[in-house]
């Protein structure tokens, strides 16, 4: 089953921290704009600058299609340890 | 080696094992980052990564190092999770054959790391009042510094 993950702030503004994705939205963008769609103080937080997505845990720009098996994560600013 | 530990790590420890039987190194620097109190004003920090991911990021920068610095070997030890004031964050510890290499790696390692490694901090106050930490500008500044060598 695909999942996403949030971490950082974006957890704690959204209220969950890992979410399976049924039903698989076809691509990130579709992944997002439901997301977005859904809560507005996450819209808001994923539209800050910093965010970028991680899919299978490789970084990503623009948009990528998704399938059974994709990890999408949503990753703030990293602060540094 | 990249570890993310929840658990207290012993320095003087991990730096013994480190030089252990070595032939060819004529100099191992280390660095080790405590976290901080404060003044009083963080009671706890937390420190989320994502495992796998954060690993691998930090290990192409290791590569980098080893490959800029001409190093023998590297070890990176980071915390996870909850850290009291007083305990160790962060260790690193850089072998070259020759002293400069190893401290300059040491430095560039750990510039990279307090700005850009996939870390989310929080700070909780002895008020319970938890905040998310960023980079500060002299962070970003230090990071920089590597960038024209």
Redesign the interface.
């Known amino acids: 089953m695909a999942k996403v993950l949030l971490f950082g702030r974006l957890s704690d503004i959204a209220g969950w921290r890992e979410r399976a994705l049924d039903p698989l939205p076809a691509t990130l963008s579709a992944l997002r704009a439901a997301l977005c769609a859904e809560d507005a103080g996450l819209a808001q937080a994923l539209a800050a600058p910093g965010v970028q997505v991680a899919l299978d845990q490789v970084l990503v720009r623009g948009d990528a299609p998704l399938t059974s098996r994709s990890e999408v994560a949503f990753l703030p600013a990293m602060s540094g340890g | 080696m990249i570890t993310l530990t929840p658990d207290p790590f012993d320095p003087g420890a991990l730096l013994s094992a480190f030089a252990a039987g070595r032939a060819e190194t004529g100099a191992i620097a280390t660095f080790t ?1 405590l976290a901080r109190a404060e003044q009083g004003q963080t009671t706890t920090l937390e ?2 990564a ?1 495992p ?2 954060t690993e ?1 990021q930090i290990g192409i920068m290791a590569e980098d190092a080893r490959d800029r610095f001409g190093l023998d070997d590297v070890q990176i030890v ?1 915390r996870v999770g909850q850290i009291t004031p007083g305990e160790a ?2 260790f690193v510890a850089t072998a070259a054959a020759h002293r400069r290499s190893a401290f300059e790696a040491c430095d560039f390692l750990m510039d990279y ?10 700070e909780t106050g002895p008020d319970g009042t938890a905040r ?4 500060r500008p002299q ?1 970003h500044a230090d990071i920089t510094r590597w960038e024209t060598k």
């Open positions: 980052g420190l989320e994502y796998g991911f691998a980071h964050i962060v790391l307090k700005s850009r490694a996939p870390f989310w901090k929080k998310w930490i960023e980079p962070d």
